[in-house]
């Protein structure tokens, strides 16, 4: 079974920094496209960033320049560290992968169960 466990959230002082990590473990073929989400209390959930296998990355205009997105291939982990915090980044932060169970099947989305990150001074 396919799971996505997050790790590195806490609480930090606005300025401050975090580094969440996302390990996927299980039985699979390959990982596409994973990337952060985050969902604040009453708001969506929103893309942060992404990052493809071969490396390509995207980031949400709220973050670029504070935030960024990179993984581990061989250990089927990416990260995200997160510079410059304002407490409008106070959010659940939440891990996304497409992965292929085997060659022959289209990928499917799988997610993490979330990390809170709280911004507040």
């Not at 504070?66 to 291939?73: A, C, E, G, L, M």
Request: net charge neutral; with cysteine; glycine share 12%.
């Amino acid at each position: 079974q396919v799971q996505l466990v997050e790790s590195g959230g806490g609480l930090v002082q606005p300025g401050g920094s975090l580094r969440l990590s996302c390990a996927a473990s299980g039985s699979f073929f390959s990982i596409d496209v994973m990337g952060w989400y985050r969902q604040a209390p009453g708001k969506q959930r929103e893309l942060v960033a992404g990052i493809t296998s071969g490396g390509p990355t995207n980031y949400a205009d709220s973050v670029k320049g504070r935030f960024t997105i990179s993984r581990d291939n061989a250990r089927n982990t990416m990260y995200l560290q997160m510079d410059s915090l304002e407490p409008e980044d106070t959010a659940v932060y939440y891990c996304n992968a497409e992965i292929k169970i085997n060659k022959n099947l289209s990928p499917r989305d799988y997610w993490g169960q979330g990390t809170q990150v709280t911004v507040t001074s």
